[in-house]
């Protein structure tokens, strides 16, 4: 992975529109290796756009600079295709470009979340958990700095979700991760940057700044102000 390929920041000089109504009002975000950004928001206030714009998903967004082929991009469902074996699931990014996939590669990643094992396995033999860390592995095995990744922890139970977090927060360590989510607790537990998204057209709002090693302990005395102002402002917000 080549750090420089990943731009010092990202920004929107003009409002995103679909025909004549603004949804997305101007942003930026500083960008850096090891950074995590989360973005915070009620359901339908545009999170998930935020995130189709900075991966060039939408043409009438001018985002720059363009981070096209920085990028990889984590979904809320692990979006594995279920006639492939794991291993080939991870190596579908490069067949799909054209490339010689590395599966040596492929195959240490999957050692990496816990399923060396399960390399012939089809998606439909494994649990929610395992899904969600090969999809973690697949996001690792396109080896871009730049990790989208929208709401990908929130179908998991506590105690998956809680493997993932630390895990996550393992291998991704060196990228710049930009996730989406409905949890405060995930988001002070992970970024170092939370924003929130709210009004028309949505403006992100920087909430909060922790400090520390991720995952933390959100319920720790330096984090709990900074919890309740951010749960007051989602209240708010919905109501």
Request: aromatic fraction near 4%; charged fraction near 20%.
């Amino acid at each position: 992975m080549r750090h420089d390929l990943l731009p010092s920041s990202v920004h929107s000089d003009s409002a995103l529109a679909f025909g004549s109504q603004a949804v997305l009002a101007p942003f930026a975000l500083d960008l850096a290796p090891g950074r995590w950004i989360a973005v915070l928001g009620a359901s339908g206030i545009g999170k998930s756009t935020l995130l189709r714009a900075l991966a060039g998903l939408l043409p009438q967004a001018r985002v720059t600079p363009d981070l096209r082929g920085r990028i990889a991009w984590m979904a809320q469902t692990d979006l594995l295709l279920p006639w492939l074996p794991l291993l080939d699931n991870l190596c579908l990014g490069a067949r799909l470009r054209g490339e010689t996939p590395d599966t040596d590669r492929a195959r240490a990643l999957l050692g990496q979340v816990g399923l060396a094992d399960r390399e012939s396995a089809l998606p439909a033999t494994l649990s929610g958990g395992m899904r969600q860390r090969a999809a973690l592995a697949r996001t690792l095995m396109e080896d871009r700095p730049l990790v989208l990744m929208d709401e990908p922890f929130a179908a998991l139970d506590l105690a998956n979700k809680r493997r993932l977090h630390q895990l996550s927060a393992e291998l991704l360590s060196m990228r710049c991760v930009i996730f989406v989510t409905h949890d405060p607790v995930e988001a002070l537990s992970l970024a170092d940057r939370v924003y929130i998204l709210a009004g028309a057209p949505a403006t992100l709002t920087l909430a909060a700044e922790p400090q520390g090693a991720r995952p933390r302990d959100v319920l720790a005395p330096e984090h709990v102000d900074a919890l309740r102002a951010i749960q007051a402002s989602l209240l708010t917000e919905a109501a």
